[in-house]
């Protein structure tokens, strides 16, 4: 608790955080420049090292978990007594609101598209077993002979990391799109909207999936029709985002939007 509530006053480079970043990034912090200026990944680093837990079934990562749950309440319950609030006077018909929102936005034809397309990941990845132990064989043959022309470790690092990118937003996307949908009647404040962050965010992590499948298209053409239809229905799900969320594009992230 005494590290979470004393961490921006003895962080060296806390003045350095970008307010917000965390809110609308997708999460791959192996992959982002800003890691030195995200206040989330230093506090991950600060509480872990370079190893934090990721696998949700790992017991560490539930117990981490639970952790920095019980410090957040924590710190939200002495916030609320120096306001004022008792967050013991619940009020039920905004719970009852909340919880029908949620429900309604889970079930929201757009849910159900993202859904729909994590579970063809799964499917084409099971039915490509074979697809890729092949690939593997040849790239090594190859490799070996030392082939004019071909370079097969540009291809299979290729390979690994369209894999790596699908993988890595099979989920997240409906996840965004989630938090969208439930802020997407909030009432207009005069800045920006979370529900159009998460579904920016959403959309990239579709526009790079859609870039990586395009590479296994043409890593796997046996595998032709399975692919474009995962593609096609991206596109489709894509399109329907941005439909529902016109303003999403043009939503200013912290750091990643601005100049």
Same mark, same amino acid.
Request: net charge negative; charged share 30%.
């Given at each position: 608790? &005494? ?103 889970? &079930?929201?034809?757009?849910? &159900? ?147």
């Amino acid at each position: 608790m &005494q590290m979470t509530e004393d961490f921006l006053a003895n962080y060296p480079n806390s003045e350095n955080f970008i307010p917000g970043i965390y809110n609308y990034c997708d999460r791959w912090c192996e992959r982002c420049p800003f890691t030195d200026r995200c206040m989330n990944y230093a506090m991950e680093k600060r509480r872990w090292g370079d190893n934090p837990p990721r696998d949700i079934q790992d017991p560490e990562f539930g117990d981490a978990f639970t952790e920095i749950m019980e410090e957040t309440l924590t710190l939200l319950a002495r916030m609320a007594e120096e306001m004022g609030i008792d967050l013991d006077d619940v009020d039920e018909e905004a719970l009852a609101e909340e919880n029908r929102r949620f429900e309604e936005s889970w &079930q929201h034809d757009l849910m &159900q598209a993202a859904n729909a397309y994590a579970e063809m990941v799964d499917q084409w990845f099971d039915d490509a077993e074979g697809d890729f132990r092949d690939k593997v064989e040849t790239l090594n043959m190859l490799l070996r002979v030392n082939a004019p022309g071909v370079d097969p470790q540009a291809e299979a690092a290729a390979l690994i990391d369209a894999v790596e990118v699908i993988r890595w937003y099979q989920f997240f996307i409906s996840a965004k799109l989630h938090r969208a949908l439930m802020g997407r009647d909030d009432p207009e404040t005069g800045y920006p909207k979370d529900a159009d962050g998460s579904a920016k965010i959403a959309l990239i992590a579709m526009d790079r999936s859609m870039a990586a499948w395009e590479r296994l298209l043409y890593a796997f053409p046996a595998r032709e029709t399975e692919t474009l239809t995962i593609l096609a229905r991206l596109q489709r799900l894509r399109a329907q985002t941005e439909a529902l969320f016109p303003n999403a594009r043009a939503f200013i992230r912290p750091g990643f939007d601005e100049t």
